[in-house]
C-alpha cells in the first residue's frame, strides 16, 4: 500500500506541472488568467491526455508544453483545460455517461482549413476559415479518392485563428441604415421581419461571399460552427449603424471558455443530433448546455483582447416568428431562450435532464423550434417529469407566453 501512494506520489508530481488559462471571474463576465494544473495528461511534455489531444493545424502530433509559439501553448492548455471541466460538467452535473463512449477527442487550434467529409481537410488555399469553431464528426476518405489524400478520423474539435475584420467596410456597403424609421413605425411582426432580412443580408455579406454563385461549401452552413461569431451582426442588426457598434470584429474561439463547451456539448448530444450542419434547434441545444455550465447573466460575453463578439441573453423575450425557423438565423439566442424558460419554470436540474432527454425525440434532419422542438420537450416531460400532466401544462402556458 505504502509503495502504491509513493508511487502515485511520483506519478502524479511527473505531471504537476501548470499552465495559464484564461477564465470567467466568479461574479461576473470579466476574464482572468490564473495557473492550473492540467488533468488526465499521459504525456509528460506534449497536451496529450487520457480524453483530449490538443495538435496544431492539420498536425499529427501533440502541441508540445515548450513550443516557442508561447501563444499556441495558451491556447492549448486554455482548450485542454475547458474541455475536461466540460467533460467533467456532463458526468456529475447532467449525470450522464456519455462522455465515456465519446472516443479520444483530436482538438485542433489555428486550423484554417474548410472540413471536407472526403479528405479531412481541403486545400490549403480554399477559402481560408477565421473567427469561428466547429465540431467535426468521424469519417474515413472513399475509396474513390484518389491515392494520397486517404484519412480516417475520429470525431474532432477544431478552433480556428482569430482574425480582425474592419466593420465600417461591409457596413459601408449597407447603404444608410434601413431600420431606423421601421424600428419606430412598426409593429412587431414587422420589425422582426426587418430585422432578420437585414441580419441574413449582412451574414450573407460577410460569411457567403460565394454563396449566390451556388457554393455551399462554407462550414458555417454545412457544419455545426460555432455561431457565436454572428451575434456581432445580429447586435449590428439591432441598431444598424456604425456608431452603435464596435469598430473591430473578432472572435478567438479557443479564448472563450463557452465556445469550448458549446463544441464539447455537439460532441456530447451527436448519438442523436447528428453533426451535419448548423440548425437553429441544434445550435440552441448546444448553447443551452454551453449556459447551464458557464452559469452566468449571459453567455459568449466579450473578451478583452480576443472577442468582440457580441453576447446571446438566454433571458431575451422575443415572441416567436417563423424567421426564427430559418437555417440562417442559427446564431439567434431564441431557442436558447426557449429553452431557459423550461429552466426557469422547472429549476435547474429538471431542465438540465429534460432537454438533454428531449434530443432522442429530435434528429438533425426534422428539427423545427414550433412543432419538432416543443413537442420533444413535452415528450421528454413525460419521461421525467415529476409530475407529467402538470408539469406539461406549466410549460405549455410558458410556450403559449412565446407566441408559439
Ligand atoms: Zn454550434
Given at each position: 500500500m505504502?509503495?502504491?501512494?509513493?508511487?502515485?506520489?511520483?506519478?502524479?508530481?511527473?505531471?504537476?506541472?501548470?499552465?495559464?488559462?484564461?477564465?470567467?471571474?466568479?461574479?461576473?463576465?470579466?476574464?482572468?488568467?490564473?495557473?492550473?494544473?492540467?488533468?488526465?495528461?499521459?504525456?509528460?511534455?506534449?497536451?496529450?491526455?487520457?480524453?483530449?489531444?490538443?495538435?496544431?493545424?492539420?498536425?499529427?502530433?501533440?502541441?508540445?508544453?515548450?513550443?516557442?509559439?508561447?501563444?499556441?501553448?495558451?491556447?492549448?492548455?486554455?482548450?485542454?483545460?475547458?474541455?475536461?471541466?466540460?467533460?467533467?460538467?456532463?458526468?456529475?452535473?447532467?449525470?450522464?455517461?456519455?462522455?465515456?463512449?465519446?472516443?479520444?477527442?483530436?482538438?485542433?487550434?489555428?486550423?484554417?482549413?474548410?472540413?471536407?467529409?472526403?479528405?479531412?481537410?481541403?486545400?490549403?488555399?480554399?477559402?481560408?476559415?477565421?473567427?469561428?469553431?466547429?465540431?467535426?464528426?468521424?469519417?474515413?476518405?472513399?475509396?474513390?479518392?484518389?491515392?494520397?489524400?486517404?484519412?480516417?478520423?475520429?470525431?474532432?474539435?477544431?478552433?480556428?485563428?482569430?482574425?480582425?475584420?474592419?466593420?465600417?467596410?461591409?457596413?459601408?456597403?449597407?447603404?444608410?441604415?434601413?431600420?431606423?424609421?421601421?424600428?419606430?413605425?412598426?409593429?412587431?411582426?414587422?420589425?422582426?421581419?426587418?430585422?432578420?432580412?437585414?441580419?441574413?443580408?449582412?451574414?450573407?455579406?460577410?460569411?457567403?461571399?460565394?454563396?449566390?454563385?451556388?457554393?455551399?461549401?462554407?462550414?458555417?452552413?454545412?457544419?455545426?460552427?460555432?455561431i457565436a461569431l454572428t451575434r456581432f451582426l445580429i447586435g449590428a442588426s439591432r441598431k444598424a449603424d456604425p456608431l452603435f457598434i464596435e469598430k473591430w470584429f473578432y472572435l478567438d474561439t479557443a479564448m472563450v471558455p463557452e465556445v469550448i463547451y458549446h463544441e464539447y456539448a455537439h460532441i456530447i448530444l451527436s448519438d442523436y443530433l447528428r453533426i451535419s450542419h448548423s440548425t437553429p434547434v441544434l445550435e440552441g441545444f448546444a448553447d443551452y448546455f454551453a449556459a447551464a455550465m458557464a452559469n452566468k447573466r449571459k453567455v459568449y460575453a466579450k473578451v478583452p483582447g480576443r472577442s468582440t463578439s457580441q453576447p446571446k441573453d438566454p433571458y431575451n423575450k422575443k415572441p416567436y416568428s417563423h424567421w426564427s425557423e430559418a437555417n440562417r438565423t442559427a446564431s439567434s439566442d431564441f431557442v436558447l431562450a426557449v429553452m431557459w424558460d423550461v429552466r426557469e419554470e422547472l429549476g435547474e436540474d429538471m431542465a438540465n435532464k429534460l432537454i438533454f432527454q428531449a434530443r432522442k425525440y429530435l434528429n438533425t434532419e426534422s428539427a423545427t423550434i414550433s412543432d419538432h422542438l416543443l413537442r420533444s420537450l413535452l415528450r421528454s416531460c413525460e419521461d421525467v417529469c415529476e409530475e407529467p400532466r402538470r408539469d406539461k401544462l406549466r410549460l405549455f402556458e410558458r410556450f403559449s407566453a412565446r407566441g408559439f
Open positions: 505504502k509503495l502504491l501512494i509513493f508511487t502515485l506520489f511520483i506519478v502524479s508530481s511527473l505531471h504537476a506541472e501548470t499552465f495559464r488559462v484564461l477564465v470567467r471571474q466568479d461574479h461576473s463576465t470579466n476574464t482572468t488568467y490564473k495557473e492550473v494544473e492540467l488533468p488526465d495528461l499521459e504525456s509528460p511534455d506534449t497536451f496529450d491526455g487520457k480524453y483530449f489531444r490538443i495538435v496544431n493545424g492539420k498536425s499529427r502530433e501533440s502541441i508540445s508544453f515548450h513550443d516557442e509559439n508561447r501563444e499556441l501553448v495558451l491556447k492549448a492548455a486554455n482548450t485542454y483545460y475547458h474541455l475536461s471541466l466540460a467533460r467533467e460538467f456532463w458526468l456529475s452535473k447532467i449525470g450522464t455517461e456519455r462522455p465515456l463512449s465519446v472516443p479520444k477527442l483530436t482538438v485542433r487550434v489555428d486550423i484554417s482549413n474548410l472540413f471536407d467529409d472526403q479528405g479531412h481537410f481541403a486545400h490549403d488555399n480554399r477559402d481560408p476559415q477565421f473567427n469561428n469553431a466547429l465540431s467535426v464528426p468521424a469519417g474515413q476518405t472513399p475509396d474513390w479518392v484518389p491515392e494520397g489524400r486517404e484519412d480516417v478520423w475520429g470525431p474532432e474539435i477544431w478552433f480556428r485563428p482569430k482574425k480582425v475584420i474592419d466593420t465600417r467596410v461591409f457596413l459601408n456597403e449597407m447603404g444608410p441604415n434601413p431600420l431606423t424609421q421601421v424600428l419606430t413605425a412598426l409593429e412587431h411582426p414587422l420589425i422582426n421581419y426587418a430585422q432578420n432580412q437585414l441580419q441574413v443580408s449582412m451574414i450573407e455579406r460577410l460569411f457567403y461571399p460565394s454563396y449566390s454563385s451556388g457554393s455551399i461549401q462554407n462550414d458555417l452552413l454545412r457544419f455545426a460552427g460555432t
